[in-house]
């Protein structure tokens, strides 16, 4: 799953459906498990991005 306090710059996210890629360039300040973190997975049609390897 990936959200963005799990990203980190230099990241590369993709939708393997319409190719959509995006790239991280400055890392979210969200701490993990905190009240207000981001909690909604970064998603493209339908499905959740991938993380390139």
């Known amino acids: ?7 980190k710059e230099g ?5 393997d459906k319409c190719g959509l890629e995006l790239e991280v360039k ?3 300040t969200c701490k993990p498990g905190a ?3 981001c ?3 970064l ?3 339908g499905k959740e ?5």
């Open 1 to 7: 799953m990936a959200n963005c306090c799990d990203m």
């Open 35 to 37: 009240d207000d973190c």
């Open 49 to 53: 991005m991938e993380l390139q390897k």
């Open 26 to 28: 400055k890392t979210c």
């Open 39 to 41: 909690t909604v997975p």
């Open 43 to 45: 998603s493209c049609c």
């Open 11 to 15: 990241d590369l996210y993709y939708c």
